[in-house]
Structure formats: structure tokens, C-alpha cells
């Protein structure tokens, strides 16, 4: 079985302001993980994804996620954060094991609000 | 580049009713997605296809059909609409190499009366 959890449902910050929305997984093996943003009314973008090899990937608008095994968690990070990041994001797990490949497992998601 | 386009964007129905949501993708992408996103919680897999004809079943595939008649076509049917029911489905597209990126239809709003 694989999960992701999106601990904080919303989160609220100034502008200016460095921003890291978290994420855990449960999967028995190394993951693909995801990071999609849905703007107010709008259907999901993506915006980075762990495959292999630099944990730390680089994705559109200027956000950054680390992958660390060791507590499996994939955070999502900007800095600075823009009110225009307003929006809700979902972390995603696809699996590696036969069977599990393209299946996307989502988290909650967080909502993210930047207060100019 | 590429677009998907679902139709309709709104959809109101009776209870007991069937209901077809249609989505239409242009990237040549072998595997197609159905989701249902409920308010405040995750997109959650009701079918997906990996080639024309191909139906996979996900997590969410009770009271609902799909059809994949053709590549860049994916149909899904609610068979019998629940009432009061509100939700948003979202019908995305990719490749079927490990890590794909997913691509996202700007969804169809169900509410059922």
C-alpha cells in the first residue's frame, strides 16, 4: 500500500517570507514524488518531481523540493514567497513496483495563502 | 504542447440519472486518468487506460463505466448520481514510462439535485 500526507491543510505567511509546505509517504520502495498547484478555480499545473540521483530538484516558478529518504519526506520550499503562490498544492506518489507504474497517489493537499 | 478539453464544464443532474463527462487530449499520450476531487480532499483514481480499448479500474471505479474508444478520448459514465452529490472530476493524460508528468483537464463540476 502507498500514502502521502499532507500535514497542514492550510498554512499563512507574508510576503517576502520563506515558504515550505511538507510532505511524507509511506511506500515499501524508493517513489516518484510530485508536486502539482491548483489555483482558485483552475485545474492542477505541475510543478517539479523527483525521478533519481540530486535530492534536491528544482521545478517551475521558481520552487525547490528535497527528497530525504531517511524520514520520507518530499518538502516543497520557495524563497521568497509572492502572493501570486496563493493557491492549494498536492504532493503525489507514483510507485516504482510493477503494477504501480502512472497510478498517482495524492495527499489532502495544503492550502497556502501570502498575505501582501 | 498539447491541450485537454472536457466537456461539459458544469453538470447538473437528477438523482438516479446517468451522466456522461467527456475528455479530449491532443498531447498523443497512450494513458488517460479519470479523478474525482471532493472539497478539501485529494484527487482520488476512479479508471484509468493505458491504450485505446484498455480500462483499468482505481480506487474509486463503484458507480462509475468509462470508455476509451479511441486514443485521444476518454469517457467516463456516473451510472446512477447520488443526490446532494458535488464534486469535480478531472481528467488528465501521459505517458506510460515510470514518472510520466501528468497533464490535467480544467475538470467537469458535477452537483447532483
Known amino acids: 500500500a502507498q500514502s502521502v500526507d499532507q500535514p497542514d491543510a492550510h498554512v499563512t505567511l507574508s510576503e517576502g517570507a520563506s515558504l515550505e509546505l511538507r510532505c511524507s509517504y509511506s511506500?515499501?520502495?524508493?517513489?516518484?514524488l510530485f508536486w502539482y498547484v491548483q489555483y482558485p478555480g483552475q485545474s492542477l499545473q505541475f510543478l517539479l518531481k523527483y525521478i533519481t540521483g540530486d535530492t534536491v530538484v528544482k521545478g517551475t516558478k521558481g520552487f525547490e523540493a528535497e527528497f530525504r529518504k531517511s524520514n520520507s519526506s518530499f518538502n516543497l520550499k520557495k524563497s521568497p514567497a509572492h502572493w501570486s503562490d496563493s493557491a492549494k498544492y498536492f504532493c503525489a506518489l507514483e510507485g516504482r513496483l510493477s503494477g504501480s507504474f502512472n497510478k498517482l497517489t495524492f495527499g489532502a493537499g495544503t492550502r497556502l495563502a501570502v498575505c501582501p | 504542447g498539447g491541450i485537454i478539453t472536457q466537456t461539459p464544464k458544469f453538470l447538473i443532474g437528477q438523482e438516479g440519472q446517468k451522466l456522461t463527462l467527456k475528455c479530449q487530449q491532443n498531447f498523443n499520450h497512450d494513458t488517460m486518468y479519470w479523478y474525482r476531487q471532493d472539497s478539501g480532499k485529494g484527487l482520488r483514481l476512479i479508471y484509468y487506460s493505458i491504450t485505446e480499448n484498455d480500462l483499468q479500474k482505481g480506487d474509486l471505479s463503484e458507480g462509475y463505466d468509462a470508455s476509451r474508444e479511441k486514443k485521444s478520448s476518454f469517457s467516463l459514465t456516473v451510472t446512477s448520481a447520488q443526490k446532494n452529490e458535488m464534486a469535480v472530476f478531472l481528467c488528465?493524460?501521459?505517458?506510460?514510462?515510470?514518472?510520466?508528468?501528468?497533464?490535467f483537464g480544467p475538470g467537469t463540476r458535477l452537483l447532483v439535485l
Open positions: 511506500y515499501s520502495a524508493a517513489p516518484y
Open positions: 488528465a493524460s501521459s505517458g506510460t514510462g515510470g514518472a510520466d508528468t501528468q497533464y
